[in-house]
């Protein structure tokens, strides 16, 4: 997948640019509106404030990828990385079902990172 196909957000003022996977972008869309909502939430603040953003927001998981936490009636987890030039790659969002993060979950996000690497 080319480069030109991610989703790009940017709130400006020096923030991180949020590139999405276009498949990532869809699953944020597609979170029930409570948890949409604290998502979209904690997006800003991971746009704003990049990796001084700590748990219980936020967490590392494994391989530079990080997981974005919001819970409501549910639980829905973001998978994402840093890039170099103030850019953070958004690539797997879902809705949690275990106490752990499942291995397959991790497993689509670093294969959607090697996608926009190869890209």
């Not at 948890?35 to 904690?42: D, I, N, P, Q, V």
Request: a positive charge; charged letters at 25%.
């Amino acid at each position: 997948m080319a480069s030109g196909s991610l989703c790009c957000v940017s709130s400006g003022n020096g923030a991180s640019e949020l590139l999405y996977h276009p498949e990532a972008a869809q699953e944020v869309k597609a979170l029930p509106d409570v948890l949409r909502g604290k998502m979209a939430r904690l997006l800003v603040q991971l746009s704003e404030r990049g990796n001084e953003l700590r748990y219980p927001l936020s967490r590392p998981i494994k391989n530079g990828l990080f997981e974005l936490r919001a819970s409501g009636t549910d639980i829905a987890r973001t998978l994402f990385v840093f890039q170099q030039g103030k850019k953070i790659y958004i690539l797997r969002c879902f809705i949690k079902k275990t106490e752990k993060t499942p291995p397959k979950e991790i497993v689509v996000a670093l294969q959607r990172l090697e996608e926009l690497s190869d890209g």
